[in-house]
């Protein structure tokens, strides 16, 4: 079965421009979740995507967003790009929204901001 | 609020000693636990989690945790370490909140000697 696949692997972008990361989910899995990973820090939630839509969310701003197709892929968008939103983008399937559904990640996207 | 706290950002061990990673979370109701590796430039991958039932919890690579409501505790455990296990190490709690979201500690670097 084909895993998480996320794309770009490595991305770098001047502060205040907007960026768009992807990410394609394992095979039979219809969640996906997106994760922020900085330097020397545990992964941070951002939001979920269940059926297209928001099933749950974090705290960052509204100009983290994102979207999830039918075939289940999602996109993060983040705009007005900060030096602080440089770190490990990580994208999560799962084959449902239960607890006890476990989290498949990709490799993820590391976004520079500079 | 859930939290997870990871005692040690860092933990050196000879090979084929006893590798103990320590995990405490606070929880108000019963959580799910789990504790993920990462490898260098990779994702983050399950190597065990804990929701009901048993309490020692066996995963991959020889790892096992046992989960210890009285100490809030979910230590992880591996009797003989190998190069190999060389890596990050992240703890995570989740609850019946509807979606499957994680909280992550720090994350415990395991520096393995020969």
């Known amino acids: 079965e084909t895993g998480v696949t996320q794309s770009p692997t490595h991305l770098i972008k001047t502060r205040g421009q907007q960026v768009t990361l992807r990410c394609s989910s394992q095979?039979?899995?219809?969640?996906v979740s997106w994760y922020q990973q900085a330097l020397g820090q545990g992964p941070q939630f951002i939001f979920q995507?269940?059926?297209?839509?928001?099933?749950g969310r974090g705290n960052f701003p509204p100009r983290f967003s994102g979207l999830q197709f039918p075939n289940y892929s999602s996109e993060l968008n983040v705009n007005a790009l900060e030096l602080d939103d440089s770190a490990l983008y990580l994208c999560?399937?799962?084959?449902?929204?239960?607890?006890?559904?476990?989290?498949?990640f990709g490799n993820g996207t590391r976004l520079t901001v500079t | 609020a859930q939290s997870v706290t990871q005692l040690g950002s860092h933990v050196s061990v000879s090979e084929g000693a006893l590798v103990l990673l320590r995990c405490n979370y606070s929880?108000?109701?019963?959580?799910?636990l789990f504790w993920y590796v990462q490898y260098p430039n990779q994702g983050l991958q399950l190597l065990l989690k804990?929701?009901?039932?048993?309490?020692l919890v066996k995963g991959i690579n020889g790892f096992e945790a046992e989960f210890k409501k009285s100490e809030t505790s979910f230590h992880l455990t591996k009797p003989s370490a190998h190069m190999s296990d060389a890596a990050e190490y992240f703890c995570?709690?989740?609850?019946?909140?509807?979606?499957?979201?994680?909280?992550f500690g720090k994350g415990t670097m395991l520096l393995v000697s020969p």
């Open positions: 999560a399937s799962s084959p449902g929204t239960s607890n006890n559904s476990p989290l498949h």
């Open positions: 095979s039979g899995h219809n969640t």
């Open positions: 995507y269940y059926r297209e839509e928001e099933n």
């Open positions: 929880s108000s109701v019963p959580p799910y």
């Open positions: 804990y929701t009901t039932g048993a309490t």
């Open positions: 995570a709690v989740t609850f019946n909140s509807g979606y499957s979201t994680l909280t």
